[in-house]
């Protein structure tokens, strides 16, 4: 059980010892105890339990578990691991039975084994319905030597995850073929299925239908059947990041909510793939050629000032995961209002999460209603108007929808991007759904961005 883990306490108890006067450590109070015991991984939490009397049993309220054998199984050799992974099971089994209190986390990392004897049954069962954890993590070790499939099968009894306090699941290294284990989730409200081997793209349609509350899924998936149609219906769902290396016939998403699609890697051919969410606005499809090959991961943001910070905390961690120096690469597609501050400061760190190059930038300027209307202040004394976007990222090509010759904010935006010679091919704005007025306006706007001094001439050009 080593890895190192931050950890709060649970609610403050007093524990009543006999306190020797030689022993200063005994006269510490439990917070300040506890505290401590928070910059420690959880193995090194219960070796203090031998320092005093008073030490015993404060690791026992962590408020957040981990509970790892792959460390100790990285060096272990093969003809050992199963023996090896029993003994320590038997630990983590000890230090769960012995945990108080509520878990906030709690992560176990363990061998293939105990996917088959019954461990991680046990093991899910006392954390969820004795511990209420509320954040779980699921790590199933596989040697690099054993491929196996069918020893990590994820073979578990029905409403397994459907305790009321979980709240949010991690699965990494299993292989899943039914649903069953997810039967009655409601409770949950993120998913994160990585690196999991499934059936068939059916039974994933089952795991997500039967957790109609999630607003957070991330899958990394495979599927042992390369065909068949992966459904994903859902209206609170708020954040969908897809990643797959298998073909499979068709995919629908239904998600009236969604303000975030994080496309990884599919492949699907571009008419099989259905999206029907009225945030986030499909136009160039740069990621999908007509045999259904990604040539670049593709995210699309519509920027929201309503989303509460902590939930924006997550989405921004989840989407420069995987990502070497935690920069993203590909291309980029925002829907954004350039007349409020607070969205312009989240598309601020949406671009900071690039390299140097995104390949393609679409950006959607949402409708506004006039600023009279609304009693805001003019556009020339709004306080976010400092020099934006960066230079630091260069788009190859940048396509602009709804763009309003009359937004001073707008006008200042497109025009930095082409002076900071941040375009390298061309600019593209779209014009032909305008009525003829906008359209007038929008087109009298380009010929001023052709004007602007420019030291390399860039296409520019209306649609």
Not at 246 to 261: G, H, K, Q, S
Not at 283 to 293: A, F, K, M, P, S
Not at 298 to 312: N, P, R, T, W
Request: proline share 4%; glycine share 2%.
């Amino acid at each position: 059980m080593t890895t190192c883990s931050s950890s709060s306490s649970s609610s403050p108890r007093k524990l009543q010892y006999p306190i020797d006067d030689n022993d200063w450590i005994s006269k510490l109070p439990d917070e300040l105890l506890q505290l401590i015991l928070s910059k420690l991984s959880t193995e090194e939490a219960v070796r203090t339990s031998l320092l005093s009397s008073r030490w015993e049993d404060v690791w026992k309220w962590r408020s957040h578990l981990v509970l790892d054998m792959n460390k100790v199984l990285e060096t272990t050799p093969d003809e050992v691991l199963h023996r090896v992974s029993v003994e320590l099971a038997r630990s983590m089994t000890k230090a769960i039975n012995n945990h108080r209190g509520h878990l906030e986390s709690c992560i176990i990392q363990h061998y293939v084994s105990q996917c088959k004897d019954g461990t991680l049954q046990s093991w899910i069962h006392s954390v969820t319905r004795l511990e209420h954890t509320k954040d779980l993590t699921l790590v199933n070790y596989i040697p690099a030597t054993r491929r196996c499939t069918g020893a990590s099968l994820l073979s578990l009894l029905p409403d397994t995850f459907s305790h009321h306090s979980l709240t949010s699941l991690s699965l990494c290294g299993y292989t899943l073929i039914g649903p069953r284990a997810f039967s009655n989730c409601k409770n949950l409200k993120t998913l994160k299925l990585i690196n999991i081997v499934i059936s068939q793209a059916s039974v994933l349609s089952g795991v997500l239908a039967a957790c109609s509350s999630l607003e957070v899924v991330v899958l990394k998936v495979n599927f042992l059947t390369p065909r068949g149609v992966l459904k994903i219906e859902n209206n609170n769902l708020k954040f969908l990041q897809l990643s797959s290396l298998n073909e499979i016939d068709r995919m629908e998403v239904y998600a009236t909510c969604l303000d975030v699609l994080d496309i990884r890697c599919i492949k699907v051919k571009k008419d099989n793939f259905i999206l029907v969410a009225p945030n986030i606005q499909v136009n160039t499809n740069v990621w999908l050629d007509d045999h259904g090959r990604i040539d670049y991961p593709h995210l699309y943001y519509h920027v929201s000032s309503y989303i509460a910070q902590e939930e924006k905390n997550i989405w921004h961690e989840l989407l420069v995961s995987d990502f070497h120096d935690m920069r993203r690469s590909g291309c980029l597609s925002v829907s954004v209002d350039l007349t409020d501050p607070e969205e312009v400061e989240i598309l601020k760190e949406v671009l900071l999460m690039w390299t140097n190059l995104l390949m393609e930038f679409e950006i959607l300027f949402k409708n506004k209603k006039s600023p009279i209307e609304e009693g805001e202040c003019s556009t020339n004394d709004r306080t976010h108007a400092k020099p934006f976007p960066n230079a630091d990222v260069c788009f190859y090509n940048v396509w602009l929808y709804n763009f309003d010759g009359w937004n001073e904010e707008e006008f200042a935006f497109v025009s930095r991007l082409l002076m900071q010679e941040t375009v390298i091919i061309k600019m593209m704005i779209e014009t032909s759904s305008f009525p003829p007025t906008k359209k007038s306006n929008a087109e009298a706007a380009v010929a001023k961005l052709m004007e602007l001094p420019k030291r390399y001439k860039h296409v520019i050009k209306c649609f």
